[in-house]
Nanobody, 115 residues
């Protein structure tokens, strides 16, 4: 499975961005996908994940009601709509996919929110 993120950038506080994660390869084997982020000097943390085959999602408390995960199965693409962005959302955002026995990561996309 290969994952490629896009859509990051610089935005002012209160603005919005939409990240995309295009998956290729053995996508049929993916059980769950998600978004993680890592700010400078901090550990990588879960933003949201979604279980394949259903609509079960889990959001970090810090992004609930502001971020929304979605998928386009026909395009093998996952999205993260981020609204009401805050400076503390600044981080490198990584796409993640989990199969039976393996976890895959994208290269990351930088999101910077200015105050």
């Amino acid at each position: 499975v290969q994952l490629v993120e896009s859509g990051g950038g610089l935005v002012q506080a209160g603005g919005s961005l939409r990240l995309s994660c295009a998956a290729s390869g053995s996508t049929f084997s993916i059980n769950a996908m998600g978004w993680y982020r890592q700010a400078p000097g901090k550990q990588r943390e879960l933003v949201v994940h979604i279980i394949s085959g259903g609509d079960t999602t889990m959001y970090a408390d810090s992004v609930k009601s502001r971020f929304t995960i979605s998928r386009d199965n026909a395009k093998n693409t996952m999205y993260l709509q981020m609204n009401s962005l805050k400076p503390e959302d600044t981080a490198v955002y990584y796409c993640n996919a989990v199969t039976l026995g393996h976890t895959y990561w994208g290269q990351g996309t930088q999101v910077t929110v200015s105050s």
